[in-house]
């Protein structure tokens, strides 16, 4: 149901359509408190047109809006302030998050579309740190929004298993490397490997020449080169699918950098053939001036392709492959020059389908007010986050409910949770400072919260053992305020797929679980009166919207906590 809509069209008529609805609907305020009702429509656009006192106007309007819906309206100054009927919405809203199930808040917008999200793309041979975190969550939790509308998602780890750091690697392995500690530690001694190449190339130049001559023998097939490539790649990649194993992401295509490496001869001669290369000091480019860009670098002047030279080879095959409406990367925001870059050149080419390729960048997490370095050693190590988190949720419960069945499964789903959580409920672009110990507490606006909340929830209905639900509307404030609140979420969600933020899910649910537990707190809810079936109506409502927005961040809701 959308009040939002009701209402303007019933100020449309008010007002004799001197504005339309969706003008009035665009002017309508949530106010912050109830005292000022549950809409409020300012008339400052209707005083220009009319040439009046938006004062007068407002006294004027209250005396013309009349709906089954509306309870009374109030004109303070220039603003109507419109006060609903408590008993007939809130059994309108209860009924339809009841009657739809986890299908409430659907559009269909996306129905017989494909999104392509490429996201998380950790670096083979490096470790999964803390740095690779947002992109993985960020990425996973826009699939899932995505599919909520209806669009037909692949979801893609375009791993970094290619490039000029495999020559670094393998020659600093050549040097310093041991095959027994590598099989012991893989993650481990490739990180030191990595690190200990870019100290001692400080010392000693000649290394970078050396790297590179390592990777020139990669692109050229080299026995050695690629079977060591190869070895590193297959390590990293067992150590990678523990940690999404615990986050619970998974991805359509694994393919990475290295997938696309016979294809991009046939991209240059493209270009060459449509007179876009240019040679600059050896080198070949896309000159970009007329986009207002740096030129694009295709080729290096020793022949070694390069990053964006994979990332237009990669959009051309998978528009080819899914056909795609829309393709998401979801990737710090250093790389924005590049995809500018990447969507001119195949503009240039003739892919009028570039344009619906989208950079969706996101803050970083900072260490100590920096960003966190692989190549100065200076990372966290997400796995050992999530365990820690996963330990102190394991502790809680023994604590707090140590006869809990499925302890470790619910101690997982709660500590990998709070993490979760906690770099959702920040918006997208917000730069966050590491700290174990705000992510691991589960007070407060967190995700254990709200996953509590649910369970808590949970916990009345199975008391109840209430199956179906008499649903005859509340009119007390504290169940009005929740069930306005369940009415939100479809409208929360289109947000959140138009802007990108899942964010403004996880904000929402604080706001439902806090107005619940009020609710929890002030009413008697099993208590049995000609109301009761209503109230619980209300509380399964809440379960339905909870545990489905927790799904949507990447999160599950135990039952009981």
């Known amino acids: 149901m959308d009040m939002k809509k009701t209402i303007s069209s019933c100020i449309q008529v008010a007002i004799d359509n001197a504005l339309s609805e969706g003008e009035i609907r665009r002017l309508l305020e949530t106010p912050k408190t109830s005292e000022h009702g549950d809409l409020s429509f300012p008339c400052f656009a209707l005083a220009k047109i009319y040439k009046e006192n938006p004062n007068l106007l407002a006294k004027d309007l209250t005396g013309k809006l009349t709906h089954e819906w509306i309870d009374h309206v109030e004109a303070v100054g220039p603003y109507v302030n419109i006060f609903f009927n408590k008993k007939a919405i809130s059994q309108l809203i209860i009924q339809a998050v009841l009657h739809q199930g986890e299908n409430y808040g659907q559009s269909g917008s996306g129905k017989g579309k494909t999104i392509v999200l490429d996201y998380s793309s950790p670096n083979i041979a490096k470790p999964f740190s803390m740095g690779h975190l947002r992109s993985t969550v960020i990425g996973h939790s826009l699939a899932l929004i995505a599919e909520k509308h209806g669009y037909d998602t692949v979801k893609i780890n375009h791993l970094g298993d290619w ?325 939100l979420y479809p409208d929360k969600l289109v947000l959140a797929h138009e802007k990108s933020a899942p964010s403004i899910i996880a904000k929402y649910l604080i706001s439902l679980a806090q107005s619940f537990n009020k609710y929890y707190a002030n009413e008697k809810i099993l208590h049995k009166d000609e109301h009761l079936s209503s109230r619980l109506g209300l509380v399964k409502a809440v379960t339905i919207i909870l545990t489905d927005g927790l799904h949507l961040l990447g999160m599950k809701a135990p039952q009981e906590m």
């Open 163 to 487: 490039g000029t750091q495999f020559g670094k690697l393998i020659t600093a392995y050549k040097h310093w490397g041991s095959e027994a500690l590598i099989k012991k530690e893989p993650i481990k001694e490739l990180l030191q490997l990595y690190v200990k190449f870019h100290q001692k190339a400080e010392e000693h130049p000649h290394l970078h020449e050396e790297a590179r001559a390592w990777f020139r023998k990669l692109e050229l097939d080299d026995a050695e080169a690629k079977q060591l490539w190869s070895w590193f790649r297959d390590e990293s990649l067992k150590e990678f699918e523990k940690t999404y194993q615990l986050l619970g992401v998974s991805f359509d295509s694994n393919y990475g950098e290295a997938f696309y490496n016979h294809q991009m001869n046939a991209v240059v001669d493209t270009l060459q053939q449509s007179d876009l290369l240019s040679t600059s000091d050896g080198a070949e480019i896309v000159p970009l001036s007329d986009e207002n860009l740096p030129p694009c670098l295709i080729k290096k002047s020793d022949g070694a392709t390069l990053y964006t030279t994979r990332d237009i080879t990669a959009a051309i095959y998978r528009k080819q492959t899914y056909q795609f409406d829309e393709a998401l990367y979801i990737v710090g925001p250093e790389q924005s020059i590049h995809f500018q870059q990447v969507k001119a050149v195949l503009s240039k080419m003739g892919h009028s389908w570039a344009t619906h390729i989208h950079h969706i960048p996101f803050g970083l997490y900072l260490q100590e007010g920096k960003k966190m370095s692989t190549r100065k050693g200076r990372v966290i190590l997400l796995e050992e986050v999530l365990q820690d988190a996963i330990q102190l949720a394991s502790e809680n419960i023994e604590q707090k409910n140590p006869h809990l069945k499925n302890k470790d499964e619910v101690a997982k789903a709660v500590g990998v949770g709070a993490i979760i959580f906690h770099d959702l409920k920040n918006e997208r672009m917000k730069q966050i400072e590491f700290s174990l110990e705000d992510m691991l507490t589960f007070e407060g606006e967190t995700g254990p919260y709200v996953q509590y909340t649910q369970a808590r929830a949970q916990s009345i209905l199975h008391k109840s053992q209430q199956q179906t639900y008499k649903i005859e509307g509340l009119s007390s404030e504290y169940a009005w305020q929740v069930a306005k609140l369940l009415s």
